[in-house]
């Protein structure tokens, strides 16, 4: 662990003290220019035209403590998009929305609020060294992508907002509603029973390790009618008859509630925008 720190420790300081490792990429995004405009030869490398000294010289000009600040942020920014990112693709792709759409769970809630207010800070401190006036964000191809990138992480900064203080609340309400003559209170989450309907019976598979909380292979969600779903499994339905049958009455929920939908289309709606942000990004260091 400490040959870590140590290695780290040396990363930064090699970062702060090396001048030449930021001129040549970002010039050439920022005003759009090709390697000839800084380089006499067009490939780069060569020795520097009047406005490639001109410009080493203004790079020589940031501090290393400003470099490693660079750094720092840049390490953030990217930490952060990762864990943020990551969450939704997982939630959206692996567990798919269902997972949430009873509620956010709080321990996603929290990492997506952290890893939305770092992004936010860092990438704003990154945008500043980077631009020298307002207008460098639309007169070039790199200010526009960088801008639009923006646009659509503004988009996901409302949806969550909206989600957080709006939607989610509101589906924890309809949650706690839920009485238990309802199918849906019985997801086998927080010590409630584990149960799911299908062919018109109720089975209880609270029991069952392949149902632990409530879920099984990630897909298929206690308190739900799996009466489709079971036609595509592996298995057939016999697997069912270990289990014991549930006799009561359960009204199921219904299929109109408007926030549920609502959710949905947001969630979708971010899956989408992340893809996006990620092909901006590419587009952007390409």
Excluded at 93 to 104: C, V
Excluded at 135 to 144: E, M, N, V
Aim: some cysteine; overall charge positive.
């Amino acid at each position: 662990m400490a040959n870590l720190v140590r290695l780290f420790f040396i990363a930064v300081l090699v970062l702060g003290l090396t001048r030449y490792g930021y001129t040549t990429e970002f010039y050439a995004e920022k005003t759009g220019k090709d390697c000839i405009y800084c380089h006499k030869n067009a490939d780069g490398g060569s020795e520097l035209t009047a406005e490639g000294v001109k410009y080493l010289k203004e790079i020589r000009g940031i501090s290393p403590v400003k470099r490693v600040i660079r750094f720092f942020f840049y390490y953030l920014h990217i930490l952060f998009g990762i864990a943020w990112f990551g969450t939704i693709l997982y939630v959206h792709l692996i567990l798919k929305p269902g997972y949430a759409s009873k509620g956010l769970p709080r321990g996603e809630l929290i990492l997506g609020w952290v890893s939305i207010i770092i992004m936010a800070v860092s990438g704003s401190v990154l945008t500043l060294f980077k631009i020298d006036k307002l207008t460098d964000l639309f007169s070039s191809s790199w200010g526009i992508i960088l801008s639009v990138k923006i646009i659509f992480f503004v988009l996901m900064f409302l949806s969550a907002l909206f989600v957080t203080l709006f939607l989610g609340p509101k589906m924890r309400k309809r949650k706690e509603r839920s009485s238990k003559g309802r199918l849906d209170y019985y997801d086998g989450k927080e010590g409630r029973p584990a149960y799911i309907k299908y062919d018109g019976k109720i089975y209880d598979l609270t029991s069952s390790q392949l149902w632990r909380d409530g879920v099984h292979m990630g897909r298929h969600f206690a308190g739900s009618d799996l009466t489709e779903a079971l036609k595509l499994a592996p298995h057939k339905e016999e697997v069912l008859n270990r289990f014991n049958t549930v006799n009561i009455a359960i009204e199921e929920e219904g299929s109109d509630d408007r926030s549920i939908k609502v959710f949905y289309f947001l969630a979708y709606t971010n899956l989408v925008n992340v893809f996006i942000i990620i092909f901006l990004i590419t587009l952007w260091k390409w």
